[in-house]
């Protein structure tokens, strides 16, 4: 079972972003030539693992490899691109984010467990 889905189309974050009105949508961006985004991605894996059915789309975007689908995202939440990079989206818009060494389990869960279905 996959925890998180890639989108590598711009169609795909389109339907995300949309589904973001039913249920709180989190977006990572993820450069796989960074070793600040390896530390980073490590964290919301673990995260992830964690909270299996948390009620948040979990989505990974690898921003070297699918550049238009990463520049998309910063266009339609007004969030100015980094990576790594967390974006969290309900109803459409971007409700917080962070970037770089500011993604932690910690602050994921502080940030991301008021927003879970549980």
């Given at each position: 079972m996959t925890l998180y889905e890639t989108l590598s189309t711009v169609e795909q974050w389109e339907d995300a972003a949309a589904s973001s009105a039913e249920k709180p949508l989190f977006v990572f961006k993820h450069?796989?030539?960074?070793?600040?985004?390896?530390?980073?991605?490590?964290?919301?894996?673990?995260?992830?693992e964690e909270n299996q059915g948390s009620g948040i789309r979990q989505t990974l975007v690898n921003v070297v490899e699918d550049r238009p689908v990463s520049n998309a995202i910063a266009e339609a939440t007004g969030v100015t691109h980094a990576s790594p990079q967390a974006i969290l989206i309900v109803n459409g818009e971007a409700v917080w984010n962070t970037s770089h060494w500011h993604i932690t389990q910690a602050s994921l869960e502080e940030h991301l467990r008021a927003h879970c279905g549980k």
């Open positions: 450069s796989t030539r960074c070793s600040v985004s390896a530390e980073a991605i490590e964290a919301w894996t673990k995260w992830v």
